[in-house]
């Protein structure tokens, strides 16, 4: 892996968690419980992404199972969270 | 040359992230908000994903790749879908500039009408 294309994925990666940081103040603003709900659905979908690239920086190969593991829980979270709200009223 | 095109793809998906998290900071109203990190964030994971497959150039890597991107097409949407028909039954309330309401309309629709086969369906989704 040459040089330049490490220094992009660094790069990349202080982007998204630039955009986690901007997920969080949502998470602390948000007005109502499905804000929150969905801004921990993002972040969850943000770390996909960064798990993915932390694969290739390091050349660990089994990283992305951890991806794909991670996108079936965050749909069973959102679901069970969705159901939760609608059970309380 | 494949890691210049896997760079420009990796950075394009990164940069829909951003958008997509700056689009649910900002944004008015939570079902806005819940249109923009939908569609944006997995467009952008989508994009990394094809960029990872590009750069490790193996066929295991490939389909690990594909399936995450198939698990967030399918998942994502329908996630969406349900957190907002949850959140527009508990009060969450429109933006005061949305003018159409059809899920409101198709709501009253289905109260006034006495068919038993449309009351058993309201319950099988309540």
Redesign the interface.
């Known amino acids: 892996m040459s040089n330049w294309f490490e220094i992009v994925l660094i790069i990349a990666l202080i982007l998204l968690s630039f955009s986690i940081v901007l997920v969080f103040i949502r998470i602390v603003l948000g007005p109502s419980l499905p804000d929150r709900v969905i801004s921990f659905d993002l972040i969850g979908t943000i770390t996909i992404g960064m798990i993915a690239i932390y694969s290739i920086i390091t050349g660990v190969e089994s990283y992305m199972d951890a991806a794909i593991i991670l996108s079936l829980v965050m749909f069973l979270g959102a679901i069970a969270f969705a159901y939760y709200m609608k059970k309380k009223h | 040359m494949i ?1 210049i095109i ?2 420009i793809v ?2 394009l ?3 829909f ?2 958008i ?3 689009g ?2 900002r944004l008015p109203d ?1 079902y806005i ?2 249109s923009a ?1 939908t569609k944006a ?2 467009v ?2 989508a994009c ?2 094809i960029g ?1 497959a590009l ?2 150039n ?1 066929i ?2 490939a389909i ?2 594909f ?2 991107v198939l ?2 097409l399918i ?2 949407p ?3 879908h ?6 527009y ?4 309330p429109l933006w005061k500039k949305t003018e159409v309401n059809e899920y409101e309309e198709y709501k009253k629709k289905r109260e006034n009408s006495d068919d038993p086969k449309d009351s058993d369906s309201k319950n099988s989704e ?1």
């Open positions: 890691e896997s760079a990796i950075i998906g990164v940069l992230v951003v997509g998290a700056v649910l900071l939570f908000r819940i990190i964030a997995t952008g994971v990394i994903m990872v750069n490790y193996e295991s890597i690990k790749a399936a995450v698990f967030l998942t994502s329908i996630a969406a349900i957190i907002g028909r949850a959140a039954d508990g009060g969450v309540g």
